[in-house]
């Protein structure tokens, strides 16, 4: 009975020594299995890492990349825009060049111009006395070579009336009211003075005039010397558009508005292409024929014109002609 009692007792020992070492081995087991999920946790934790640190090197490589493309395109940006500021700069500095060398060249024949007029009328003079000691001549004469000789006669008058009124046309350009004095001129009559003594080209080549300015139409205070340089040279620009064609017509008319003067010359002639509006008012390009009586055609004369106009703060333009005309130039001159 002793024994058998020993024997639960021992084979009970040994059950609760199995026991607690299987619940031992269990919490072994379970130490190890979470120590692997932690050491797995911290190798993925290690691993997103080290990606994410690959991603912040690329990311970083390509914004530096980026930044040198950049600054590469910033620099040769800079470069050509220095190279086109250069080659411009250099293309006005030989345009000034060719402007001031025609500007020495005009400055130089002041005093000869001055000379000029002095002769000139001296000339004209000398002239109106032939034409009164011919006359007389030819009251002595008979009726048939008065006749034969009147129209020489004639002509010869008209000829010394056109010098005449070139000469006082050239008084409004270098007298010295029109260079030292400004002045709010009226247009009509200062247009009527620079187209008159052209009058007997218009009638040889057909040439129709019409003003219809406006009797009290004044410009802005200015010098009438400009004044009649941008006349002259729109008129004379009018006027070899049209001397080949077939209808061959001038206007000038204008208006005032808005405190700006408006100033329109017309013509029938050819036209002008809307693709050279602007590149005409470009020193030396010309696209009229030579004219020896109305300019050689430099291509300066729309640049003066230009120059002129806007030292005024006004412009000059090509716009679109009115129906019946082919060409329209438009000068503003705002009043204030």
Known sequence: MRRKAEEEARRTTEESAMQMAEKALRKEKESLKAEEEARKKEEERRIAEEEERKKAEERARKAEEERRRVEEERRKAEEERRKAEEEELSRKREQYEREFSQLRVLASTGTLVLIFAHELQALIEDMEEMITNFASILERLSGKEQKDHNHTLKSFGNRTEMIKELGEFLGLT???????????????????????????????????????????????????????????????????????????????????????????????????????????????????????????????????????VKSYDGDVRFIDAPDDWKTCVEVTLPKR
Do not use: C
């Not at 693709?275 to 010309?286: G, M, N, Q, W, Y």
């Open 174 to 308: 270098i007298g010295r009211e029109s260079r030292l004095e400004k002045k709010e001129w009226v247009l009509l009559p200062i247009v009527e003075s620079v187209f008159r003594p052209f009058r007997w080209y218009r009638e040889n080549y057909g040439v129709d005039y019409y003003d219809t300015l406006p009797d009290n139409l004044r410009t802005p205070r200015m010098y009438r010397s400009e004044l009649v340089s941008v006349l002259h040279n729109l008129m004379s620009n009018a006027f070899k558009a049209v001397k080949g064609e077939q209808d061959r017509r001038i206007e000038v008319t204008g208006f005032e508005e808005d405190d700006v003067v408006h100033i329109w010359f017309l013509d029938s002639g050819e036209g002008l292409d809307r693709s050279l509006r602007e590149e005409v008012f470009e020193p030396f390009e010309s696209y009229s024929e030579p004219d020896l009586r109305f300019g050689a055609g430099t291509g300066l004369g729309l640049k003066i014109v230009r120059d002129i």
